[in-house]
């Protein structure tokens, strides 16, 4: 696993959203109309849904929140035109970005996104410039002191469900799911009590840059700091290996 620990970008980046003003909460939100707009409000039948409910459960949002957004979604308020817009570019030292957004207005965002890579010397891409350098999978991180489950035991618990991998880090575990497998994983957690520190599909890069120069660092830092302040952003992925706190 070449020591690059995942957990410990994930609680950096779980304090920054969390230090945010619960602009994860505003983001899952988005996600959460979108979704039951395109497939009803029963995550049953919904598979994006279900998709988005677990990775607001993971995020700590409240029960009573997720079902406000669904009832509010599925109503007359749920009117909004949200699209799903992609961004692809490069960062300062080789890196790759790829930005996710979900907006209603496709100008000013494609404005924001521009501006925010010109300003770390970065430049956005044409569609499929970077992307293949990742792979679209379910990622779940557990925390290694909340789980009370053997390794071996937690490992056979996920690949019975349909996991594709699991890696044992210092501090945590990490499972790979295909997309359409995702679901079905956490569900068999969930069955077990088992928390879950991060559960999302996601772009997972294939191989990690290191970035020395502290110019390129502090330019990347920038563009990703601005993207991340930016409302219309839902995600952003990159193949930045950060160093560690």
């Known amino acids: 696993m070449s020591g690059h620990s995942k957990f410990a970008n994930i609680k950096h980046k779980k304090e920054k959203n969390d230090a945010a003003k619960g602009k994860i909460f505003t983001i899952i939100g ?25 990775k607001a459960k993971a995020n700590n949002m409240p029960n ?5 957004g669904i009832k509010k979604a599925s109503g007359a308020e749920g009117n909004v035109d949200y699209k799903n ?31 925010a890579f010109s300003k770390g010397n970065g430049n956005v891409g044409t569609p499929g410039c970077v992307s293949y350098m990742f792979d679209n999978k379910g990622q779940i991180l557990i925390d290694k ?19 594709d991998d699991f890696n044992e880090e210092e501090d945590s575990y990490e ?8 679901q079905a994983v956490v569900e068999a957690l969930n069955n077990e009590k088992i ?7 996601t ?9 020395t120069d502290p110019e390129n660092v502090k330019l990347l830092t920038r563009i990703l700091d601005l993207l991340d302040e930016d409302d219309d952003v839902q995600a952003v992925y990159h193949n930045w290996e950060e160093p560690e706190e």
């Open 30 to 54: 988005r996600e959460i109309a979108v979704a039951v707009k395109e497939g009803g409000p029963d995550p049953a039948n919904n598979f994006k849904l279900a998709q988005v409910i677990a």
């Open 64 to 68: 009573d929140t997720i079902d406000r």
């Open 85 to 115: 817009i992609t961004y692809e570019g490069y960062g300062p030292g080789g890196t790759a970005i790829i930005v996710e957004a979900l907006t209603d207005n496709q100008n000013r965002t494609a404005s924001n996104v521009k501006a």
């Open 145 to 163: 002191e909340e789980c009370s489950m053997s390794s071996d035991d937690l490992m056979m618990l996920v690949l019975d469900a349909g996991a």
């Open 175 to 182: 499972i790979l799911t295909t997309p359409d497998n995702f």
């Open 195 to 201: 928390a879950t520190a991060s559960a999302e599909v």
């Open 203 to 211: 772009m997972i890069p294939q191989n990690y840059v290191a970035v």
